[in-house]
């Protein structure tokens, strides 16, 4: 088991109840083939250039242990979603 770190901003024209639903989606994905570690909820924040015309993105980070070969998984989860805007995961070193 490997310790990880993803971010993902989402669309911020979501209303909070879809925000959330899609946040849930994530976390329950991660749990299924893991553990979190912790969830950071940003909010609103301004992206440094434009995304599909949007110039804000609802930022979360999430830290979360799982075996090697989840986080192509959920990197593939990540792209096909819509309202994902942009994603990273990143193996936290040990």
Same mark, same amino acid.
Request: hydrophobic share 40%; net charge negative; no cysteine.
């Given at each position: %088991? *490997?310790?990880?770190?993803? %971010?993902?901003?989402?669309?911020?024209?979501?209303?909070?109840?879809?925000? *959330?639903?899609?946040?849930?989606?994530?976390?329950?994905?991660?749990?299924?083939?893991?553990?979190?570690?912790?969830?950071?909820?940003?909010?609103?924040?301004?992206?440094?250039?434009?995304?599909?015309?949007?110039?804000?993105?609802?930022?979360?980070?999430?830290?979360?242990?799982?075996?090697?070969?989840?986080?192509?998984?959920?990197?593939?989860?990540?792209?096909?979603?819509?309202?994902?805007?942009?994603?990273?995961?990143?193996?936290?070193?040990?």
């Amino acid at each position: %088991m *490997a310790k990880y770190e993803t %971010m993902l901003v989402t669309n911020p024209a979501l209303d909070e109840e879809a925000s *959330a639903a899609l946040i849930g989606k994530f976390k329950s994905l991660i749990e299924a083939n893991g553990t979190i570690d912790s969830v950071d909820e940003w909010g609103k924040r301004r992206l440094a250039y434009p995304i599909e015309d949007n110039t804000e993105g609802v930022y979360t980070v999430i830290k979360f242990t799982s075996n090697s070969d989840f986080p192509a998984e959920l990197d593939r989860v990540y792209k096909i979603t819509e309202g994902v805007l942009r994603s990273i995961i990143i193996a936290e070193e040990e």
